[in-house]
């Protein structure tokens, strides 16, 4: 149990261009879910908490207009990378958390390359 | 604000060695998890530990939770290839919702 699916895995895009990533709980229902960036051989980095229903709540320095967060049901959060540039280029990774336990369950990453 | 530091941050070892990794803080934690993290993939729960002292075996892996609840260690005897990844731990503290990761041990197993 427990299964987070993250799509695409993968996504090459134009500088410029808009880019979402869902990330979706199959057995569980998360009531908070995060998203992390990850650079090549270093921690995850937390972006947002995001929980259903209400504002994303965004880390200091993560700009919001430019990474939107929708958590629309109990089981889906969407991240859209707004007029994406090649700094954004980045492993995305997200998590969902089920409600009464402190435990974080992750997707499998979407790998992001911005030409 | 609440630092994990993890060490070593690389480990290179030969197959059937026993290494241990260490996860600590100058703050109290209320539950640590460790995670193994597969290059292109996302991190995979391996163990929550969230009792002071706690020891929690999973098959060849030993982790310890500290008496304080600010550190821990995760022990693995006779390392094999498969072990190879980066370990990841995570905080979450006595007053925050948030969880904290720390920056890693990347690990590799050579046969």
């Known amino acids: 149990g427990a299964v987070v699916s993250q799509h695409p895995s993968r996504v090459i895009c134009k500088s410029g261009t808009s880019v979402k990533i869902e990330c979706r709980s199959l057995d569980f229902q998360a009531t908070t879910m995060f998203w992390y960036r990850q650079f090549p051989k270093q921690s995850l980095m937390l972006m947002a908490t995001s929980n259903e229903g209400s504002k994303a709540t965004y880390e200091q320095g993560v700009e919001k207009d430019k990474f939107l967060i929708n958590h629309a049901s109990l089981t889906l959060s969407t991240l859209t990378v707004t007029s994406a540039h090649p700094e954004d280029s980045s492993f995305y990774i997200c998590s969902g958390e089920r409600a009464g336990y402190n435990e974080q369950f992750f997707g499998p990453g979407t790998r992001l390359t911005v030409l | 604000t609440q630092l994990l530091e993890q060490s070593p941050q690389f480990l290179s070892i030969q197959e059937g060695e026993n290494l241990t990794v260490y996860c600590n803080s100058s703050s109290v934690f209320s539950s640590l998890q460790w995670y193994r993290q597969e290059p292109g993939e996302g991190p995979v729960l391996l163990v929550t530990?969230?009792?002071?002292?706690e020891v929690k075996k999973l098959k060849r892996l030993t982790f310890q939770f500290g008496d304080a609840r600010k550190d821990s260690s995760l022990h693995i005897t006779a390392a094999q290839p498969g072990d190879t990844g980066l370990y990841l731990c995570a905080g979450e503290g006595t007053s925050y919702d948030k969880v904290i990761f720390g920056p890693g041990t990347s690990l590799s197993v050579i046969p």
């Open positions: 530990v969230v009792t002071g002292g």
